[in-house]
């Protein structure tokens, strides 16, 4: 597989992922994230794939905006790629709206045939 085929296949599961994030669509994040995913929260707070979808699934966490900036992807080999960048977003987490200024860094794992998100990781922006 080619780098650029990595780029774009990526590019569009970072789409795909955003849109689901912002219409709290369990189904979709579930095939898009890994069953030992590791989500880290820009509060430090982490969660497994089950405990993420459950908050997002319930509504304790809703994305009301997310815009993504200086998205870099970088494939590592054929079976894995990082994707580095900003984000700017407008939650709610149990209630409380919160606005989001994070650097972020995603590792996609190519698993047979399917990419899958491992690791989420932000760091906020002071």
Known sequence: MSDETTIADIRKLEAARR??????????????LA???LYTHSNAQSDSKAQYLEKLGSGFVRYLSIAMH??????LGDAAALV???????IEMGGAR???NNLFAVLWQ???????????QPTPIP
């Open 110 to 120: 190519k698993r047979g045939s399917t990419w899958q998100l491992i690791l989420y």
């Open 70 to 75: 200086d998205q870099a992807i970088r494939p």
């Open 98 to 100: 919160r606005s989001l």
């Open 19 to 32: 849109q689901a994030m912002l219409d709290g669509d369990t189904a979709a994040m579930d095939a898009l």
């Open 35 to 37: 069953p030992d995913l």
């Open 84 to 90: 580095t960048g900003r984000m700017a977003a407008e």
